[in-house]
């Protein structure tokens, strides 16, 4: 286990003075649902783009009071409304961790520059890597924002899922097709296995490094699970985010820190096939994209983990009486959302969605939800 003792961070947090999404991800009876949107700070905000000003993406990331700045956004611009922050950072940080060059291309996403394509170009992995050299601005930011909150809402910390990374490695940046991805698990399944196992570990070591940095809550994003048929899923993902939750705690207790006390989300878009062993594995919240019904979602779960999701992005785009519709509608299909709930999108915001259409969302979670 790295250790943060050379960042020179500092622990004393304030206390937590909303703890509304912590006591629903644990399970705990609620006055209302909670409500966080993904990518919830980002390029939907005219703040944020006076802030990033002229940097890349990835230099706002590593800025700690630029991200921390980033972060925070939300929160103030919602005041009120928004029950969780969630740290600004993205899922690649691991693969330029472990050695790969990834940039951030505007309006086309992230590009690797030197793709893994072959299983020999496993070699170009840095063999041992040390996360407080590669990534201590990330925990640096982390840290900052927690005390910058000031307790006003927990902090959320994420990564990305051992096989939506390996996707990412192998096809270069986003895909329609998946050909390399798909030649390595059909190809390559051993090389496949190694490359997700070395992404497990050190997804597991930044997992506890973000809590122990001040990170209240985390949420892991296996974005591509959905182009993984069941049989495939249960071969190259299931069974590395089963060592997540079964691996995490130790590490968590090794850093003094009680694993009872950090709920962890699942998020597996796609993943229609897989909600039950989602909810066995051991995660106490599993999310869901929107092509789930929720009353199907709730009647699979039987009360095993919170729920969270599901509402369409694309309903920020109607009228604002759909989005009462849709919201009410969604409330209604997970039970009321007093327990076992949590409002979110069922993926992230667009960087075109009116800001004051999402005000209107989250109004009427919390209208209805207290209902």
């Known amino acids: 286990m790295s250790d943060l003792s050379t960042l020179n961070l500092d622990y004393r947090f304030p206390p937590l003075k909303h703890d509304l999404l912590l006591r629903a991800a644990q399970g705990e009876p ?9 990518r919830q700070a980002g390029r939907y905000l005219p703040e944020y783009h006076q802030v990033k000003g002229n940097r890349n993406f990835f230099e706002c990331c590593r800025d700690a009071e630029i991200a921390s700045t980033i972060t925070i956004q939300p929160v103030n611009h919602y005041e009120g409304l928004i029950d969780a922050a969630i740290i600004f950072s993205d899922i690649l940080v691991v693969p330029q961790a472990m050695g790969m060059n990834v940039v951030m291309i505007d309006g086309k996403g992230p590009h690797f520059t030197d793709p893994l394509r072959k299983p020999e170009d496993l070699q170009k992995l840095t063999k041992n890597v040390d996360l407080i050299h590669s990534l201590g ?9 927690r005390h910058k909150l000031n307790g006003r809402v927990p902090l959320l910390g994420f990564s990305g899922g051992p096989w939506t990374l390996l996707v990412y490695m192998i096809e270069g940046g986003g895909s329609r097709l998946f050909r390399f991805a798909k030649e390595w698990i059909y190809k390559y399944p051993k090389e496949s296995h190694q490359l997700l196992s070395r992404i497990t570990d050190i997804l597991i070591e930044f997992l506890a490094l973000q809590v122990k940095a001040g990170a209240q809550m985390l949420q892991v994003f296996e974005s591509w699970a959905g182009e993984l048929g069941p049989h495939e899923f249960n071969e190259f993902s299931l069974p590395y985010l089963k060592r997540i ?8 207790q090794k850093l ?4 009872a006390d950090i709920p962890v989300t699942i998020f597996a878009k796609n993943s229609w096939y897989a909600l039950n062993d989602l909810c066995s594995l051991g995660f106490n919240c599993v999310s869901l994209d929107w092509s789930w019904d929720p009353l199907e979602a709730v009647k699979l779960n039987n009360n095993r983990v919170t729920l969270q999701g599901n509402i369409d992005p694309g309903v920020i785009y109607g009228t604002d009486e759909i ?8 409330i209604k299909g997970f039970g009321g959302g007093k327990k076992n709930y949590i409002i979110n999108f069922g993926h992230g915001t667009h960087p075109f969605m009116d800001p004051e259409k999402i005000r209107f ?4 979670c919390h209208r209805i939800g207290s209902l």
Not at 139 to 144: A, E, H, Q, T
């Open 30 to 38: 609620v006055e209302r649902p909670p409500v966080w949107i993904m």
């Open 256 to 259: 003094g820190i009680n694993p």
């Open 361 to 364: 969302f989250l109004q009427e």
């Open 137 to 145: 601005w990330a925990f640096k930011s982390i840290n900052l924002t």
């Open 245 to 252: 939750t079964q691996e995490l705690p130790s590490h968590l």
């Open 323 to 330: 989005i009462s519709k849709k919201v009410e509608a969604m």
